[in-house]
Every structure is written in structure tokens, then in C-alpha cells.
């Protein structure tokens, strides 16, 4: 095996420098993405004197570079710069210069984003740095402003600052008169003091408050001048907590008077960027959180949604590049979009761009290459084992907020139920989204649900008497649907808390686990719980994962105390952290998986630092990161029923990741503890299909039957020689009645027996 990893180790350094890229799918022994291709992009710049040459900030995963125009990204990944980029400048003489601001600082870089250095500011460095400006005339002229409530000017390239005359306001963008190159403005999200916009008319080193009779309940986001009329301003920003306010004024006498302009019917007053067209001043596009791009063709009076090609309506920022007339888009969640006809229709330019913020991930147990996975921007699917991934368009709601959790159900593997996080204006414009069409069109349930409830995980309980429940923990409580989603109840009995774990035995679905900061139990379906002593801590509990094979075995994680493994059913704790490693004063583990045929094979993502497995039920930890990127915070793993040598895992910050793993002899194979056979199926009770998992310790010849439960013989699975190992076979039982059948595996020393329960 060893032998193996090394060669792939020395294929994957030669890719590397010759700059030929790994294949995107699933590869051997090597983690790989295909997608989806997402980011929050806040930021956008074009190279002055070459447009191909594009560079984006996102949220997640740093800087992006394109010199093909958005035709293909590569990571500018920095150990020196922050992951959290908030804007990026050229030089606009000598754009090898560059300057990049950030939630923890201000720097800049010489050799176009291959290395950056921090530029300290008189008051320090760690302030987030929103906006700055550079002169385009004397390029040496730097003026920035931090959240912090300083604000700075630098007349030799950021080695020496001097503090503006300023009040202490939040700087949120700093805007250049195209006309006046001495004129900058100031927008803040100081709106209660009155104190939104300010001006100066000799670069900063004096300012003038204009906020006037501006409306002083908007947060200002930015401002745009008209090239044409420069008097003529252009004011957005977000209305917190009003649906019906202003979020946008104009000026057209420099800011002495602001008249409203907000579009009507905003579902959220909250507009974040302006942009001009270089062809007609008039023409003015806005970029709103909840609406996505709006377009006016008469300096604000009337407007019209453009939405052509995009797939969200949570929209960051427009640049255009003044001479080929390209519009490029950065949105939240959904990554960078480009027009080429002003806006009117736009097509995605995200490849290679791997910062979805995905969620949860739930993979069809009948047929495991259907993966569904919810991000940041809604619902995706891969049909092919995630090779490459379809946006899920619900269509209804218009508004789409961020998708927290999906779940294929167990039994009825059409049936798939979605999450998400709550709709400003109350769960009828999100609820529970449900598909009876493995994901093809959708409806939306929220009878029962209470509003501004964030969704955290589904889960699917089941039990012999044909009884389905789905369980919803949430931000208010623990809720339950026994009608497929379409209504639902809170489970009265268990305190109305946050509820971010849930777990559904796959052993015994009527053993169904919750938790907020305390453990909850039912092994009755929901029907009674009991609070278990829980593993030690204060943290939430986020996660809980049973055994696959012994149902007394659990696996719980608290938010900052680590992972803990129970062997009696949750009665009892141990910390099993042991060599995993402590990262930023604390352990934080998620993404807990575990070998439905070998359950001592664990995996467990740690926070910033990638996946671990471990080989003795959590004992000993050994490094699985071999191509992945680890720098996010949570993920969720899930092993394929199918074939266990295919692992997925959906992260925060980094879209989702595959790996194969590839068996190169008779010692990579997981052999049971003892010569006693094993057999077990999931999932149990089920509906047309189930996978019979079992292993073997020497290769026989060994016959696997199913029988009703009157003893008959039913069907003939396997009646063959068979390798030692771990095997596992799906049984297609939609030719039979529903009712309890038998699994009878038998070799030339043991037999084995096992209950399977078929609901139809």
C-alpha cells in the first residue's frame, strides 16, 4: 500500500509543476472536487492594461485569478493574506503593485498576488479594512478607512500614514469623482448620527458631512457618480429591520438635497452596490440582496429585474471593464457571472471556484450516485456520483436563502426533504421543501413550523407497524411530520431549545438521538425521550452518529470539547481526541462517519485541519488529507452504502470532496476480528430495495438466501466462490409483498441470520 500512495504522491508533484491539472472527479486514494462552483465574490478587478487579467476576493478561500476573462480560475492561496477578502486594487500605472484589504488588515503585494506583506496602520493592523481608494493620477496617494472608526492617507505608497479629520464612523466605501480626480466621498453606516456620506475636495485632507436631508435610517453600502452630470449622485444601502423603507436616495446637486429612488416591492430594502453604464449615463444597475439585479434606463424612475441566466438573487457587486463593454457580476454564494450585452442575460464563470458553503450532503441508498446537497445558494444534485452537479431551481419561493439541510428518504428514495434558514418575512416564503420526484420539481411546507426558525438537520425514523416520521431539529425546538413534511408538530416533551444534532439509528430506526447542550433519547419512535448524562462539556452538541452494526455504540461532538464515543448506549462517555489535533484553543470535530461494514473505521473532520480515520474506533488518529484543502470549518462526511471505497464530504467553505479508495492487495483488505461471518443490511425496514452487507474471512464458496417468514425460500441472492473480506449487495424486493423477510448466509463452517422488515 505504501508503495502505492508514494507513486501517487510523486504523479501528483509532477502534475503540479509541469502545470498540468489532476482530473477533477474522484480519484485513487487522492481527494478531488468537481464542484459545485460557488463563493461569496464581494470583489472584482480587471488588470488595467489587460482585460483577460481578472482577480476576485471571495469570502471564503481568499483570491481567484482568470487571463482568459473568466474562462478558468486558479487559487491565489496566500499563507501570508487572509482567506476573507473584502477588496482588491491595482496600481493603475504598474499593476505588478497590488493592494488588497481584509477583515484583518491591509496589504499589498509586488509581484501581482504571489506573496503579500501587511501594510501596519498607525492604530494597528487587525481592524477590518471595508474600502480604500487610490489615486488614479498620483497612484503614491492612499486613503483608507477601517470599521474600527479610523481613517488614514498615505502619500508614499503606504509607508507613512497620517489620521483624516473624521469623525468616528464606520468607512464602508470610498467612491473618486471621474471628472474631479480631488474629489473622493465617504460612505458610512453611520445613518442614526446623520453622518451616512461625506466629501472632499482636496483628497482627503479635509471633509464635509452631506448627508443633509438624506434619509437618516439607511446604512450605507455605496454611492456612484454620474461621469456625465457629476453633481448627479446615486445613494444604497440597507434598511435593517424595516420591509417597506427606503434603501436608495439621489442627489443631483452634489448632496446638498436627496430625493428616494427605491425600487418598488423590494422583497428586502437592502441594496449593496451601483454601477453606470459607460454607454449611457442614465442607465443604472444596482446589485440587491434579495432581488437580485435591477436595471433603470432613466437615472433611477423606474426599474426592472434583469435576471437572465442567474441562478441567485443576492447580489454583491457589477464591475465593467470600459473598453470591451463586459459586465462581470460577483454574488453571494453563487460565485461570478459575466455579461456580455449589458446586463440583459449573463452566464456563470464560476469553474474551478471551489467555495460553496455546502451544508449537508444525503447520497440515494438504492442508487448512490444520486448525491443531493444543500449550500449557501440552495439545492444541487449530482447523477453521477459527483462528477459534475445540476442547480436545483424550486422556482417558488422567488427569494432563496441559504439551504441548511437535505435528507433522501430511507424508504421512499423519490421522497427528498430540504432545510433552510429562515425568510425575513416568515416561514410561508421558505418552510420545508420537498420533492416526491428525486429532486425534479418541489413544493413547500411550513404548517406548524414557527417563523424565524432556522432549520438544522432532517433525519427519517421508521418502524415495523408502517409508521414514517421525519424529525426537524431547529433553532426553536425539535419538531416531527408524520404526513411526508406537509404539516408538523414540536415534541412537546423536550425543552423548546437551539437543536443542532440529530441522529436515526440505522440499525433500529426507532432509536432516534437529539441535542442542544443536553443529550435527548427515544426508542420509541419520538414517542417518550429520556435526557442521557451526555459527554462532558458546555458547548452545544452538534453532531451524533450511531454505530452501523452495534446500536449501543454512539459517537457525540461538542461544538468546542471534541469527539466522545459511548459503548452503552449514551449512558456513559470517553473523549476520544487523543492524537487529533487542538486547533485555536479547542477541539472542534464534525463530519463523523463510519464503515458500514467495518464499524472500528472512523472518519472525523477537525476544525481548519481536514479529515482523520481511525482504524480502532477512535483509539488512534492517522492523517487522510492527501489533495484536499482543509482550510474550512465544518463538513459532513458520508461513506456510499454501494461502495464503501467511495467517501463524499461536503464543507463549509471548500464545495464538496470525493476520494476513492483503491485496495492494492490482500493487506489493504479489513478483515473481521475473528472467523465468525458478519451480515447486516441497511436501510431496515425499507422499501424496494435494501443493501445486505456482510464479510467472509476466507475465500469459500458461500450461498446467501432469503426467506418469508413462514420459512419459505424466496429467492436465491449468491451461490458462489467469493473472495475474503467485506462484501455488500443490493436485494431488489419490489417483486414482493411487504412483511418480514430472513437473510441466511451460510459457508462451509458458520451461518448467520439476520431480520429484514420490507414497507411498501
Given at each position: 500500500m505504501k508503495k502505492k500512495l508514494n507513486l501517487v504522491i510523486i504523479i501528483g508533484v509532477f502534475i503540479y509543476v509541469t502545470g498540468y491539472l489532476m482530473p477533477l472527479n474522484a480519484d485513487e486514494n487522492r481527494w478531488s472536487t468537481a464542484g459545485p462552483y460557488n463563493a461569496n465574490v464581494l470583489s472584482i478587478a480587471i488588470h488595467p492594461f489587460d482585460n483577460q487579467i481578472i482577480y476576485i476576493g471571495t469570502v471564503e478561500n481568499g483570491i481567484y485569478k482568470t487571463t482568459d476573462g473568466g474562462g478558468n480560475w486558479m487559487p491565489m492561496n496566500n499563507e501570508d493574506l487572509p482567506t476573507n477578502i473584502r477588496v482588491i486594487r491595482f496600481h493603475p500605472s504598474a499593476p505588478d503593485t497590488m493592494y488588497s484589504a481584509t477583515i484583518s488588515g491591509f496589504y499589498k503585494s509586488g509581484d501581482m498576488g504571489l506573496s503579500w506583506s501587511l501594510i501596519v496602520l498607525p492604530d494597528g493592523w487587525q481592524y477590518e479594512i471595508r474600502s480604500f481608494v487610490i489615486h488614479p493620477v498620483h497612484p503614491n496617494i492612499l486613503i483608507i478607512g477601517s470599521t474600527h472608526g479610523t481613517h488614514y492617507r498615505s502619500t508614499n505608497g503606504g509607508v507613512d500614514w497620517t489620521?483624516?479629520?473624521?469623525?468616528?464612523?464606520?468607512?464602508?466605501?470610498?467612491?473618486?469623482?471621474?471628472?474631479?480626480?480631488?474629489?473622493?466621498?465617504?460612505?458610512?453606516?453611520?445613518?442614526?448620527?446623520?453622518?451616512?456620506?461625506?466629501?472632499?475636495?482636496?483628497?482627503?485632507?479635509?471633509?464635509?458631512?452631506?448627508?443633509?436631508?438624506?434619509?437618516?435610517?439607511?446604512?450605507?453600502?455605496?454611492?456612484?457618480?454620474?461621469?456625465?452630470?457629476?453633481?448627479?449622485?446615486?445613494?444604497?444601502?440597507?434598511?435593517?429591520?424595516?420591509?417597506?423603507?427606503?434603501?436608495?436616495?439621489?442627489?443631483?446637486?452634489?448632496?446638498?438635497?436627496?430625493?428616494?429612488?427605491?425600487?418598488?416591492?423590494?422583497?428586502?430594502?437592502?441594496?449593496?452596490?451601483?454601477?453606470?453604464?459607460?454607454?449611457?449615463?442614465?442607465?443604472?444597475?444596482?446589485?440587491?440582496?434579495?432581488?437580485?439585479?435591477?436595471?433603470?434606463?432613466?437615472?433611477?424612475?423606474?426599474?426592472?429585474?434583469?435576471?437572465?441566466?442567474?441562478t441567485n438573487r443576492m447580489a454583491a457587486r457589477?464591475?465593467?471593464?470600459?473598453?470591451?463593454?463586459?459586465?462581470?457580476?460577483?454574488?453571494?454564494?453563487?460565485?461570478?457571472?459575466?455579461?456580455?450585452?449589458?446586463?440583459?442575460?449573463?452566464?456563470?464563470?464560476?469553474?474551478n471556484i471551489t467555495n460553496s458553503r455546502c451544508r449537508d450532503i444525503s447520497i440515494n441508498l438504492l442508487g448512490s450516485d444520486t448525491i443531493f446537497v444543500a449550500s449557501a445558494n440552495g439545492i444541487y444534485r449530482s447523477t453521477n456520483g459527483a462528477f459534475n452537479w445540476e442547480y436545483l431551481d424550486f422556482l417558488y419561493p422567488d427569494y432563496k436563502r441559504f439551504a441548511t439541510c437535505v435528507k433522501v428518504d430511507p424508504i421512499h428514495s423519490e421522497y427528498i426533504y430540504a432545510g433552510f434558514y429562515p425568510h425575513p418575512l416568515g416561514p410561508e416564503f421558505i418552510g420545508i421543501a420537498r420533492s416526491i420526484n428525486c429532486g425534479e420539481s418541489w413544493d413547500f411546507y411550513y404548517e406548524g413550523l414557527p417563523s424565524f426558525t432556522g432549520y438544522n438537520k432532517l433525519d427519517v425514523a421508521f418502524n415495523g407497524s408502517n409508521q414514517h416520521r421525519i424529525f426537524l431539529a431547529s433553532t426553536s425546538g425539535l419538531y416531527y411530520s408524520d404526513d411526508f413534511a406537509q404539516t408538523w408538530s414540536r415534541e412537546q416533551s423536550l425543552p423548546d431549545d437551539v437543536y443542532y444534532a440529530l441522529n436515526v439509528s440505522s440499525v433500529n430506526s426507532e432509536h432516534v438521538y437529539t441535542g442542544s447542550s443536553t443529550l435527548y433519547k427515544s426508542t420509541d419512535l419520538g414517542a417518550t425521550w429520556e435526557n442521557l448524562p451526555g459527554p462532558p462539556g458546555y458547548s452545544s452538541i452538534n453532531e451524533i452518529t450511531s454505530d452501523p452494526i452495534n446500536p449501543d455504540i454512539l459517537y457525540c461532538c461538542r461544538s468546542r470539547d471534541g469527539i466522545y464515543k459511548s459503548i452503552d448506549g449514551g449512558y456513559s462517555w470517553q473523549n476520544i481526541c487523543n492524537n487529533l489535533p487542538y486547533v485555536e484553543d479547542w477541539f472542534t470535530v464534525s463530519g463523523v462517519a463510519i464503515n458500514p461494514l467495518n464499524s472500528d473505521e472512523v472518519f472525523a473532520n477537525v476544525f481548519k485541519s481536514g479529515i482523520f480515520v481511525s482504524n480502532d474506533g477512535g483509539e488512534n488518529w492517522d492523517d487522510f488529507n492527501y489533495g484536499l484543502q482543509t482550510n474550512y470549518a465544518k463538513a459532513v462526511t458520508i461513506i456510499d452504502p454501494l461502495d464503501t471505497s467511495r467517501i463524499y464530504l461536503a464543507t463549509d467553505q471548500q464545495s464538496v470532496w470525493s476520494i476513492t479508495r483503491i485496495q492494492t492487495s490482500?493487506?489493504?483488505?479489513?478483515?473481521?476480528?475473528?472467523?465468525?461471518?458478519?451480515?447486516?443490511?441497511?436501510?431496515?425496514?425499507?422499501?424496494?430495495?435494501?443493501?445486505?452487507?456482510?464479510?467472509?474471512?476466507?475465500?469459500?464458496?458461500?450461498?446467501?438466501?432469503?426467506?418469508?417468514?413462514?420459512?419459505?425460500h424466496v429467492e436465491s441472492i449468491i451461490h458462489s466462490l467469493r473472495q475474503a473480506g467485506n462484501h455488500s449487495i443490493s436485494w431488489d424486493a419490489s417483486a414482493h409483498p411487504s412483511g418480514v423477510y430472513f437473510a441466511k448466509l451460510k459457508t462451509a463452517e458458520s451461518e448467520k441470520n439476520i431480520k429484514m422488515l420490507l414497507l411498501k
Open positions: 489620521s483624516m479629520d473624521l469623525p468616528l464612523v464606520v468607512a464602508q466605501e470610498h467612491v473618486l469623482d471621474p471628472v474631479d480626480t480631488n474629489r473622493v466621498y465617504l460612505v458610512t453606516q453611520s445613518a442614526s448620527p446623520q453622518m451616512s456620506i461625506f466629501r472632499s475636495d482636496d483628497l482627503g485632507i479635509s471633509w464635509e458631512n452631506i448627508h443633509n436631508d438624506l434619509d437618516t435610517s439607511i446604512f450605507g453600502y455605496d454611492m456612484a457618480i454620474d461621469p456625465v452630470n457629476p453633481n448627479t449622485l446615486y445613494f444604497c444601502g440597507n434598511r435593517f429591520r424595516d420591509t417597506t423603507g427606503a434603501c436608495m436616495s439621489k442627489s443631483t446637486d452634489g448632496g446638498e438635497h436627496w430625493f428616494d429612488i427605491t425600487p418598488d416591492n423590494l422583497i428586502e430594502p437592502h441594496i449593496r452596490s451601483i454601477s453606470i453604464s459607460p454607454s449611457n449615463h442614465n442607465t443604472i444597475l444596482i446589485c440587491t440582496a434579495g432581488d437580485g439585479v435591477l436595471k433603470s434606463y432613466d437615472g433611477g424612475q423606474t426599474w426592472q429585474e434583469i435576471k437572465n441566466g442567474l457589477i464591475v465593467i471593464d470600459s473598453l470591451s463593454r463586459i459586465y462581470y457580476l460577483g454574488t453571494f454564494f453563487d460565485g461570478i457571472y459575466r455579461s456580455i450585452d449589458e446586463g440583459d442575460n449573463w452566464e456563470k464563470i464560476s469553474d490482500i493487506d489493504d483488505d479489513i478483515h473481521p476480528p475473528d472467523k465468525f461471518i458478519t451480515l447486516s443490511n441497511y436501510p431496515n425496514p425499507f422499501n424496494a430495495a435494501t443493501i445486505i452487507n456482510f464479510s467472509i474471512y476466507s475465500s469459500e464458496h458461500i450461498t446467501l438466501n432469503i426467506y418469508n417468514i413462514l420459512g419459505q
